[in-house]
C-alpha cells in the first residue's frame, strides 16, 4: 500500500535508510532536517523524496513544516519521530545544564510538537501510525548520557501515552530502542576514545564498530514495516530483527492482532 510517509531528521543515518525501505516500498516519503548540503545529498540519492529545512529543537520551524509536509504529501499515514542529537558525555555534576537542554528540545520537546500537529491528520488516515526512535539507553541508561537517556526513556513513555490515546482512532504507536547502530553517528562518538588510546593502535573507530555488535541500519529500517497495516507487515520481518537489538512494541486497543512479543 502506497503511504504518506514524514520522517524527521532523516536526510542521513538510520532516518535515510528508514525513508529509502519506505520509498522501495512505494510510499510517499517526506523528510526533514537541519542542513540543507545533507538534504540535498539525500534527494538526489533517492529520487522522489520530498524534503525541507527543520530544526527538530524549534518549535517555529516545526510549525511551519508539518503543514507543509502534509500538503506536499496530499496527507498523512505515518510519522517516524527520528530526530535525536546524542548530546554531551559527561558525569551529572559535570554536565552542562545547556547543553542538557538543548537534548531535551530537540529529542523529547521536539517529538511532542511534531507529533501534536500530525495527530489531525493522522487521525483522516485508515491506517495511521506513529514510530518513534528510542534506544537501548533509554531502557537499561548509559553511563555519563544521562541527557540522552532521559530524553529516550521519556519517549518510551510517550509512545506508550500515544498508543492508549489515539487507540479508538486506529492509530497505533511503536517505539524502537536499538542499540549501537554502525554508521557516522557511532564513528564521531568513537574518535575521541581512540584518540585517547583506548583501542589498539592503526585500528579505526568505524571498523571497531564494524566489527563490534552493532545492529546494521538496513535491520533497522526494516522494523518499520510495522508501520504498515497487519496483513502487509509480516510477522517474521519483525521477528528477525529481534536478536540484535531491543524492540518495544506497543499494540493499542485497535490493533492487537498485530502484537509479536
Ligand atoms: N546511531 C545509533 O547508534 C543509534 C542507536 C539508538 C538510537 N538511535 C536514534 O536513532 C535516531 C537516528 O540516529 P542516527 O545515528 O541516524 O542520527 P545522526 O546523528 O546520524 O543524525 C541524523 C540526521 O539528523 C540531523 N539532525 C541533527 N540535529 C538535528 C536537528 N536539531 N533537527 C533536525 N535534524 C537534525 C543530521 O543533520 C543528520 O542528517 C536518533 O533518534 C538516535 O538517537 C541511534
Known amino acids: 500500500m502506497a503511504q504518506k510517509v514524514l520522517i524527521t531528521a532523516a536526510a542521513s543515518g538510520i532516518g535515510l ?3 529509502r525501505a519506505f520509498v522501495e516500498a512505494g510510499s510517499t516519503v517526506f523528510i526533514t532536517d537541519i542542513h540543507q548540503q545533507t538534504i540535498d545529498a539525500a534527494t538526489i540519492e533517492i529520487p522522489g523524496l520530498l524534503a525541507t529545512l527543520c530544526n527538530n ?22 510519522l517516524v519521530n527520528n530526530a535525536g542529537i546524542a548530546g554531551p558525555t559527561a558525569p551529572v555534576e559535570e ?3 545547556d547543553k542538557w537542554e538543548e537534548v531535551m528540545a530537540v529529542d523529547l520537546v521536539g517529538t511532542f510538537n511534531v507529533t501534536r500537529l500530525a495527530i489531525p491528520h493522522l487521525k483522516k488516515s485508515s491506517a495511521g501510525s506513529i514510530i518513534t526512535m528510542s534506544s537501548l ?8 548520557r544521562s541527557p540522552y537517556n532521559v530524553a529516550k526513556a521519556g519517549l518510551i ?13 486506529n492509530i497505533r504507536s511503536n517505539a524502537i530502542a536499538p542499540g549501537a547502530v554502525g554508521g557516522q553517528r557511532m564513528c564521531w562518538q568513537a574518535a575521541p576514545k581512540q584518540q585517547a588510546g583506548a583501542w589498539k593502535k592503526n585500528e579505526r573507530p568505524c571498523s571497531v564498530f564494524k566489527r563490534s555488535n552493532s545492529s546494521s541500519i ?10 504498515l497495516p ?15 537489538m531491543a524492540r518495544l512494541k506497543l499494540p493499542n486497543r485497535m490493533n492487537r492482532s498485530n502484537f509479536h512479543g
Not at 538496513?218 to 508501520?227: D, E, Y
Open 157 to 169: 513513555g510517550f509512545a506508550k501515552t500515544l498508543a492508549i490515546e489515539l487507540g479508538d482512532h
Open 17 to 19: 535508510e528508514i525513508a
Open 218 to 227: 538496513r535491520k533497522i529500517s526494516h522494523l518499520f514495516a510495522f508501520s
Open 57 to 78: 529543537g524549534k518549535r517555529s520551524d516545526i510549525e511551519r513544516m508539518v503543514p507543509e509536509a502534509v500538503a506536499a504529501l496530499g496527507g498523512l499515514d505515518v
Open 230 to 244: 497487519p496483513m502487509q507487515a509480516g510477522p517474521s520481518r519483525g521477528r528477525s530483527s529481534l536478536s540484535t
Open 95 to 97: 554536565m552542562d545544564p
Open 137 to 144: 539507553g533509554g531502557r537499561f541508561g548509559y553511563p555519563n
